[in-house]
């Protein structure tokens, strides 16, 4: 598996990928093309392919870019390649390029029942810091987690 800034070219196998997720945040199609707008908000999209096939697109994350503060919008990992590290491996360069800007710390919110995700991030150091009632369709709160970029030393995830 490789990680790589996403292009242009990546934003319809991201809409697939993000379509077939039931827990992923849904975007409309304009929401996309404009992560590479100039007049865009400072986010990163990275993806992850298969080293196989360089161009397939198996997961991705995508993060809005403040400059200490950095939060996680959406992450997805194609089903059938969900549980061997993917989604570890593309959160974890997204911390290590937050690093590197300067941030320190990476926010997200997730659907308390989203248990997968729960566990994920849980392993990747990230803490409960609230909650509150954000989703619909079914109505359920949402978690509030924090990353603190001291931490990664702490769990591991500095490059390899």
């Known amino acids: ?69 950095w939060e996680i919008e959406n992450v997805v990992v194609a089903r059938e390649k969900r549980n061997r590290g993917i989604g570890i491996k593309i959160i974890r360069e997204l911390l290590l390029q937050a690093q590197s800007a300067g941030a320190t710390s990476v926010l997200l919110e997730v659907r308390e029942s989203n248990l997968a995700a729960r566990r994920l991030y849980e392993k990747l150091g990230f803490s409960q810091q609230g909650r509150r009632n954000y989703y619909r369709d079914p109505e359920e709160d949402a978690l509030l987690l924090s990353f603190s970029i001291t931490n990664l030393r702490q769990f591991n995830l500095e490059a390899e």
Do not use: K, N
Not at 28 to 41: S, T
């Open 1 to 69: 598996m490789l990680t790589r800034p996403a292009t242009p070219d990546d934003v319809s196998s991201i809409r697939a990928l993000e379509q077939q997720a039931e827990t992923a945040a849904h975007w409309a199609e304009r929401e996309y093309d404009a992560l590479f707008a100039a007049e865009a908000p400072p986010r990163i999209a990275l993806v992850a392919t298969s080293g196989a096939d360089a161009d397939r697109v198996i997961g991705f994350v995508i993060a809005r870019c403040a400059t200490a503060e």
